[in-house]
Every structure is written in C-alpha cells, then in structure tokens.
C-alpha cells in the first residue's frame, strides 16, 4: 500500500474548533496515513495579510522564528546574523487562542500514534473490528497517560504558547543578543515542535507511548463491545510487537 498524504491549515477564517476536528476526521477515515497541519502564516502581500481581512475576521497575530532559518553568514569578511521571523495567526473572531492550543495538541497526538504506522498492528486492529482512528485519537486525548509523558505532554503545550512573540520587535531584539543565535544553532530553541516532542516520544518514552496507546484502544474495543478474550489478546501481542519494533 502506498503512503497517501493530507496537508491541512488551522486558523482560516470561518474556521472553528469543531470545523477542525471534522477535518481531522474526515481525511483520517478517507485513508490518509499521514496527516500533517500547519498554522496559517501571514505572507507579505497576499490578500489574507491585509489590514481588511485581518479586521473582517477578529485574527489575532503572533510572531516566531521560522523552524531552521536562521543563523550566522559570512558576508564581506563579516560574520551577519540572518534570522526568518513569520507572522501566524493564532485566534479568529470563530477560534480562539484555547481552541487553536488545543487543537495543536490533537495534532502531536495524531503525529506520534497515526502518522507514519508508528502502531500500525494496532491501526489494522481498529480497522478490523469497524472503529474509527480519529475516534481513537479522541480516547487517547482523555486517557491519562504515565506521569513521564504527561510531563511531556505540559512541556509541549508550554512550548506552544512560549514560542510566540507578541511584538515582532521585540523578537528581533532578542535573537540580536550575544549568544542567543547560538542557542538556536544548538538547537536549544527555534524548533519543530510536533516533530521533536513526537522525536522524544518516541526515542525516551516509547514504553510510556505504548501504554497510552495499549489503554486507549482497549477503551475503543470496549465502546465497540468488541473487547473479547480473543481480541484483547491480539491486541496485547500486538503491543509488543509495535513496542519492540519502534525501540529495539
């Protein structure tokens, strides 16, 4: 089976919460096994950056250092400090900036247990019995997980909201100041959120991933009613394939 890719954008206007989800859902249970969303930037000229629009739709604005697009450049026999900042909009007169860190949270859920068949025996379980992954995804957003990944799970939604910048001004000031190009360079700041959150997931608390996963779909088979002895084995044969393949 080929690998089948939904690209999707939080933060249109019109767009809500439920909206959202619903689109989530949608491109999950059409077959999409990679689902990726990014926040909506405001590009320079484009007609959804005018003041108009801006107006029309309440939309809240921050600013961030673009993930990989800075750095020091020799130009003229002098080291220059280069830094991309994007403008994204984070809140709608229809999303507020709670629904937007909520649903960035759905998005590392999907990113660690659906994109890339991670539990890809346990995914070909739901299919089987007729559940629906975004469902599953739902569960799993309600299941509390280890102490060690909740852990991980506030250090994301703090980094959500703390790499933002209110004034871009501000945010230049910052990333002009000695050594704090260096802290991006090292990687200590300026990156990927949903890629190195799930990165760590994975790599130092894939036991812990497991188990929420292991939880959450025993949950969905039991809201199925198709929480067998059978079944509930096959899943917890399939949990430890998926553990072990995913860590050794």
Known sequence: QANSY???????????????????????????????????????GSELATQETRRAHGMTMRYRVLPRCFGNYPVAGKDVLGVEIE???????????????????????????YNDAVF?????????????????IEILGGTAPTEALSNLFDEFKEMTQTELWEDRVELERFVAEPGVIDRYISGELGY???????????????????????????????????????????????ITFDTRRMSN
């Open 192 to 238: 990927n959120l949903i890629l190195t959150y799930k990165s760590l997931g994975m790599t130092l608390l894939a036991d812990d991933v497991a188990d929420l996963a292991h939880r959450s779909t025993e949950a969905l088979l039991k809201e199925l009613g198709a929480d067998s002895d059978e079944n509930l084995q096959l899943l917890a044969d399939i």
């Open 87 to 113: 403008e994204v909009c984070i809140a709608t007169n229809t999303l507020s900036f709670q629904d937007y860190l909520e649903c960035r949270f759905v998005h590392l859920l999907i990113s660690i247990f």
């Open 120 to 136: 890809g025996g346990m995914l070909k379980l739901i299919k089987a019995v007729g559940g629906s992954f975004f469902r599953w």
């Open 6 to 44: 939904s690209e999707l954008i939080i933060g249109l206007p019109g767009e809500t919460k439920g909206s959202h989800l619903d689109s989530l859902r949608q491109v999950m249970e059409a077959g999409f096994n990679r689902v990726i969303v990014y926040q909506l930037m405001m590009l320079p």
